[in-house]
């Protein structure tokens, strides 16, 4: 999404599937002096949310693209894969808006992400294992969506954030996960933005009193214990 006023953010490849491990591990490393949470998973009681992985922020030609997004996706698939071998939840979103729902969307932006085009198709990596699909019109997965009803009725107390913007959509709908009560995990090399400093400045904030920042392979190995 291009802002509508000013040329908006550089974008930049921060993380490849080459170095997101080594580059997400020193992040963590920077970010522990300010961080608050002391959360533990308890995957009986987790949910995996995976956030607008679809083409609008893989595609290369699109004016949303997230060129760090690629290098996330491995990492996503084995978290979804974990989540599901378990008979766990796992829900993606999907981002899309017509013009009669897009509200401030369309007055910061200037131009959607249309609902139901090849924009809103999920990444091939994800798509069969996305058994619950959310539909989204906002940042926040919360706003006028079934999210909270769906993770109640499941018994869930925690969620797994993934996906991309870390800085709008994952940011948003992790305040809005800490409002309703859930403990929040949000892993450092899960989600991804258009450059590393508003990724870096997004994990400081929800890092001091939002989220329990993480890494994939440590969650992975949680899981592994269950």
Known sequence: MDAGNGAGPSR????TVETIRAASARMLADLESTARGRLRLRPERSA???VDMQAAFLDATSHAFVPSAEAILPGLAELQSAF??????V???RHGNREQDA?????WWGRRIEAGSSATHLAEALAENCRRVLEKT???AFHRTSLHADLSRLGVEQIVLTGVMTHLCCDTTARSAFVHGYEVFLPVDGTATYNEELHRASLLGLSHGVAQLVLV???LRRMEAV
């Open 217 to 219: 392979a440590d969650l």
């Open 12 to 15: 930049s490849r921060y993380f």
């Open 103 to 107: 509200g401030m969307m369309a007055t």
């Open 91 to 93: 829900i993606c979103t």
């Open 48 to 50: 995996l949310l995976i």
């Open 138 to 140: 906002q940042y926040d």
């Open 84 to 89: 599901a071998d378990r008979g766990l939840p």
